[in-house]
Structures are given as C-alpha cells and as structure tokens.
C-alpha cells in the first residue's frame, strides 16, 4: 500500500492540505459575513462558486480530498504501533472522522447540484440545517474539526521552522478568529430568518428525490469505512521475522517493518520527535552503535535532513530507519542522556567544613559556536560534552556539583584525603582532554572549530552543604577555595591552555613541579598571590604521573 516514494507523500501530502485549507478558509469567510447579513452572504457565494463549483475546482477540491484521506491510510498503515503522543493521535481522529461529518453535507449540496442544479443557497440551506439541534450541531462540530485537523497539520509542518516563534502569536490569533467567526456568522444568520422545515412540495421541486440521496449518502459512508477497515486488517496481518533493537539498559523486539521511533515507543520509552515521525527535523536522531554497515540507505526525506546538519554515517533518523538486521543504538537528544550517578547524600556531605579540590571547566567560544548550530544540535553538543565531563569526574572518583551554561564545577575529597582527592581531581582533567578530542573526532564534519576547553583547579578548605530554596537547593561547597578554582580557569583562558592549576594541587597529588615555569597570579578578593602552572595541554598532566615515583607530599 505503497502511493510513492517518501518525499512525493509527504509533497503531496503537504499540496493537498493547503488546497483543502484553502477551501476551507474561503468558505468559512463566505460562513462570517453572516454577522454582515445573509444578502452579503449570498453575493460572496457566487463569487466563491465560480471557481470551487467549475469543473477545474471541483477536480482540484475532491481530487485533494480523496488523496489527503488515501494518504492517511497508507501512513496509518505503515505505522507500525498505535502509540503515540497526543497531538499526533488527535490529528489522525479529526482527519478520519470529518469525511464522515460533512457526508451529509457534501449530497445535499453538491451532488444534488450535480444532478439537479439546484443551487442551494444560504436561504435554502440555514432554515434546513437550524430546523433540527442535530443539524446544526453536526454542521458545526465538522467545522470544528476540519479546521482543527488543517491547524495541527499546519503546525507540524510549521513548528521546526525559525520564523515561527516570531509568529507564533499572529498565527495563533488566526486559528482561533477564523472558526469563531464562522459559527457566528452561520448563527447569525439562521436567526435572522425564519427557521423552519420546507414544505414537501418545495422539496420535491426543486430537490432530487429523498431516496436516490440516501443510497448516495450509505454508499459514499459505506466505501469509506471499507476504506479504514481494509487498512485496519492489513495492519494486523503479523509480519514475518522480527529484529532485536538494543537499547542502552534493554533490548527490544519488534516485527521488520517497525522503524526505530516505533519500536522505542512501543516499547514505552520516551523519545524526542518535534515533527512527529515525518523526517522533517533531526531531533529523533540515534547512534548506531552496532550494525551500521547492514542498514538500509536512508531514503530522501532522511537523507536530505543528515546532510543539512553533517551527520556523520553511525546517525541515522529514527523515524526514517526501518531496519532488517540487528542494531544497537544510543539516543542523541533527551533528558536522560547526560548519564550522571547518583551523587552523595545530604547526610554524608552537608554542613560540614572540609579540605576539599575544586575543578572548573567551561567550553571556550562556545556562544559562537552555538550561533552557527540549529537549537536542538546545540543541546546535543552541550549533552555530549556534560556526559564526557561526568564520566570523567565521576570516573576519577569526584563529583559533579552543577553545570552552569556551558561549565561545569565538579569536587573531589568528599569522603577522602586532600592528596587522594588532589590526585583524582588531576586524573579527571587528563579524561576531559581526551574526552573532548573524541568529540572532535566524532562530529569534526558538524563542527566548523573543535572544541576547546578552559580548566581551573585550585585545593583548600570549603564548606559542604545544602545550599538554596525549595527544589532549586543542592549539595554545593562555598568558599574562597571555589571562588580561586573560578579565576583559575579563567587565567586558563587569558594563557590559551588547557589548565591552570595552583602548585598547592600539584604538589598535594604527589607530584614535583621541578622547573616547570610557575606564575605568581593575584586573585581579586584574595590576599597576596597563587602560585599557578600554566599547562597547554592537559595531556602532560598524564606524563607527570606515569613519571612520579616518589610518595605524595605536602604543600611548602
């Protein structure tokens, strides 16, 4: 059940919604000047039928129509599992049920035209639609809905563009104003005439006969719930062979034919996907893990959407990628992805002073950087980077008091000595650089400059506390020790290195500052100067450590 290729669905997908808009929104302007007068309407419906009523519209408006619904099945189709977010969900009930809803409508107006002439106007119709709280009601509630389903639509399409939040408001307006002046309009007008069932007679002279209409009406009903039932059946007819999708902490099972974002939600897992599954954005990307080079090759939509943000060939769109083989896969974007541990309770660690290293790191340029990156590229960027930073405290043996934009602040010797805490705090400095050259390895096609990082470290006494107000409190550490490690990693910046580290951080770890050129750095709020070693590259901090074999020390 396969129209065309992806990008042509999606193409005329998009061609037949803003046709079946377009209708929609002339036909409820010609519906508003009822609060003008049925007169008023009756003039603009003979402008509206001169187009939608010639054979050219009429084509145009059941041909859209007809494809938009077809085009509904074959995606219903193809999904895979019937879980999905709300919005979703509402679009796909409004689209199938207002075909349903204006039935009625459609024989009793353009059919009976069709086959009778009879015009139909506002004079004939309103009195015939308010004489029964049904009619009205149907009538209205299948504006509702039409417009409902055109907005989600247009929203879809509309909301991973950058013009849209400066719109937002105007467009917002319109979806609104427009139904509502509609209804007023169709009330309005039916109240100003005298509501009330024709005659008979009027009926079966200017009309096509009631039965012939019934038969139209039940067969058109009739083709269009086969229409859904065959496309519910296929569904459910079970497909052969299943592939095993690994997870970071589960495996998943699924038939061949689920793509990646559908076997995640049915599965439960909460993933990202802003354009709802349609490849128009990236922020349901994935990292193959394992099994890239047995993937299929993306298809249009997909392709286009990797090649506009550099992707490199381990990423690949959930929503577009419907495996055959065996993958394991890393989400890119989502709240779970940073992959901290869990940090020291309030108990071991709160109100207490303690003789601790504090570690500063902060992205350089990287308000730059995040100018030439789309928002949800730069939130990857930021998680990637936050996940080397944790991985790198925790595994050293400290951990991570917050994150503040772009920088981190982690601690060691919560629950050690000075000196072991000193030597971890150095370690941890060694996997950030090292860290961060992977990620310019991995998304050097993404990034126009590496990365770079400014680190800062400084040792001393702190205290260790709660610290804040409501959910916004955390276990932090205050004092003048931070404050230093703060500076330092700006003196980092100024010397464009990696680390500037005070000699007391050194010499606490073990390890012998011999000839190395220190600086004697004065700190703004701090009495007399900090000796400080400037070092370019964070990797010499390795070398210093391999090399030492002589028992830690104290600070002169």
Known sequence: MKIASSRTRKRLHLLSGACLGLFLLTHFSNHALGLVSVEAMERMRVVFNLFWRSWPGTILLYGSLLLHF???????????????????????????????????????????????????????????????????????????????????????????????????????????????????????????????????????????????????????????????????????????????????????????????????????????????????????????????????????????????????????????????HNLSIAPVLGADNIGLKAQPSEQQAAGRERRIAVLFCDLRDFTLLAQKQLPFDTVFLLNRYFETIGEAVEGSGGVIDKFIGDGALAIFGLSNTIEEACAQALAATVRIANGVEVLNRNFMSELDTPLRIAMGMHAGPAIIGQIGYGKASSLTAVGDTINAASRLEGFAKEYDAQLAVSADVVRYAGLSVGDRESYNISIRGRAGTLETLIIQNAAEIGIMMASANHPKGTPA
């Not at 504006?143 to 991973?160: E, P, S």
């Not at 139209?216 to 065959?230: K, T």
């Not at 559908?262 to 128009?280: D, L």
Request: aromatic share 10%; proline share 6%.
């Open 70 to 324: 077809l085009l509904a099945l074959e995606s219903l189709y193809r999904r895979q599992t019937l879980r999905m977010p709300v919005r979703e969900a509402l679009k796909i009930i409004f689209g199938l049920s207002f075909p349903f809803l204006i039935v009625g409508h459609v024989v009793s107006t353009r059919i009976e035209w069709m086959l009778t002439g009879s015009g139909d106007g506002y004079y004939d119709v309103l009195p015939v639609l308010w004489s029964s709280t049904f009619g009205a009601t149907r009538q209205s509630l299948a504006l509702i809905l039409a417009w409902a389903h055109g907005c989600l639509g247009a929203w879809f399409w509309m909301r991973g563009r950058n013009w849209y939040p400066r719109y937002f408001l105007f467009f917002y307006s319109f979806a609104v104003l427009v139904p509502l002046l509609a209804l007023l309009g169709f009330a309005v007008a039916a109240r100003s005439l005298e509501v009330g069932m024709p005659s008979e007679a009027w009926f079966m002279s200017n009309h096509a006969r009631p039965e012939i209409l019934a038969q139209i009406r039940l067969s058109i009903v009739a083709g269009l719930l086969a229409m859904i039932g065959a496309t519910l059946i296929l569904r459910a007819i079970p497909v052969r062979g299943k592939v095993k999708i690994t997870y970071p902490d589960r495996a998943i099972s699924v038939p061949k034919g689920f793509s990646v974002l559908e076997a995640i939600r049915a599965a439960g897992i909460p993933h990202i996907s802003i354009c709802g599954g349609r490849g128009r954005c990236s922020t349901c990307r994935v990292r193959v893990t394992e099994g890239v080079h047995r993937l299929p090759p993306p298809n249009e939509a997909e392709k286009a959407t990797l090649m506009r943000i550099r992707a490199p060939d381990d990423v690949r769109l959930a929503c577009q990628l419907r495996p055959n």
